[in-house]
């Protein structure tokens, strides 16, 4: 699997990502239709369009920190993943996993798992003593994931975008 940055200059002044690329992420958060429906994130979860993932990835990417990670996998987009090198609460000293999302056609094939180590690896390296993450209280099968993962329940509270309710976890990020 090859993660790369996409460059948030991309989209800043109003430009465009390429189109061959947003077709890839529609495609992808599209294939996720349960996830969809979960979150709300879209008016309509069944039809997800290309516009509508270019202005979600431009309010991720508005956050001074943040970044967005695409993994492929012999040439095809399987994932895709936002952090943020710091929470907006300045009281939280953790950088945030705002998403994980892997293609539909690609669940239980180990990329979710894999991008998810590469997060972690990128953060231990820069000095970074934890990690952490909201789940969806709604969102049995994610909470079960990352729990495998080594994330432990930290808290309960809405998200600050939203206002869902989430379950918050976190992950030591040890030497190694």
């Known amino acids: 699997m090859i993660v790369e940055a996409l460059v948030p200059k991309a989209l800043e002044d109003g430009a465009a990502l390429p189109g061959a690329l947003l077709t890839e992420l529609t495609a992808l958060y599209a294939s996720n239709a349960e996830f969809q429906q979960l979150s709300g994130d879209f008016p309509d979860p069944s039809d997800i369009r290309p516009e509508q993932v270019a202005a979600a990835l431009a309010d991720d990417l508005a956050e001074p920190t943040a970044e967005v990670l695409l993994a492929r996998s012999g040439g095809r987009l399987v994932a895709v993943a936002v952090t943020l090198g ?25 990329h979710g798992r894999r991008l998810a180590a590469y997060v972690e690896d990128r953060f231990r390296t820069a000095g970074r003593t934890g990690l952490r993450l909201a789940v ?9 994931f990352w729990t495998s993962l080594g994330y432990e329940e930290t808290a309960r509270r809405p998200d600050l975008t939203h206002g869902r309710p989430c379950v918050v976890l976190r992950k030591p990020l040890a030497r190694i």
């Open 136 to 144: 969806l209280e709604n969102n049995p099968k994610a909470l079960a």
């Open 86 to 110: 710091r929470h907006p609460d300045p009281a939280d000293p953790d950088p945030w996993l705002g998403l994980l999302m892997v293609h539909a056609d690609e669940h239980r094939t180990g």
